[in-house]
Nanobody, 123 residues
Framework: VQLQASGGGLAQAGGSLRLSCAASGRTFGSYVMGWFRQAPGKEREFVGAISWGGRTTYYADSVKGRFTISRDNAKNTVYLQMNSLKPEDTAVYYC?????????????????WGQGTLVTVSS
């Protein structure tokens, strides 16, 4: 599966952005979808994940209550709604597809990755 993330840009602190990740192929619904981010000079960090049918989501503590992941399997797209943005949310955001659900996502569960989209939050 090929993934294409979009929607990044510049936002002010307290603002919102919505990222999209479009997937190719006919088996989108068979993948767990995840979002990760990597800030300059830092390691890649798990943001959140959504189960195959979209009923279950899981978030990192740093974004819980502010970010929401959803998916539309008919459109082969997963979304990351980011509200109450903070400067520390500044990073390149990546979507990823995998087949395993785990209570501790590390990135290894995801075999396919998008190219990343830059989110910059100004204070």
């Amino acid at each position: 599966v090929q993934l294409q993330a979009s929607g990044g840009g510049l936002a002010q602190a307290g603002g919102s952005l919505r990222l999209s990740c479009a997937a190719s192929g006919r088996t989108f619904g068979s993948y767990v979808m995840g979002w990760f981010r990597q800030a300059p000079g830092k390691e890649r960090e798990f943001v959140g994940a959504i189960s195959w049918g979209g009923r279950t989501t899981y978030y990192a503590d740093s974004v819980k209550g502010r970010f929401t992941i959803s998916r539309d399997n008919a459109k082969n797209t997963v979304y990351l709604q980011m509200n109450s943005l903070k400067p520390e949310d500044t990073a390149v955001y990546y979507c990823a597809a995998g087949t395993t659900w785990t209570p501790a996502f590390t990135g290894r569960q995801f075999a396919y990755w998008g190219q990343g989209t830059l989110v910059t939050v100004s204070s």
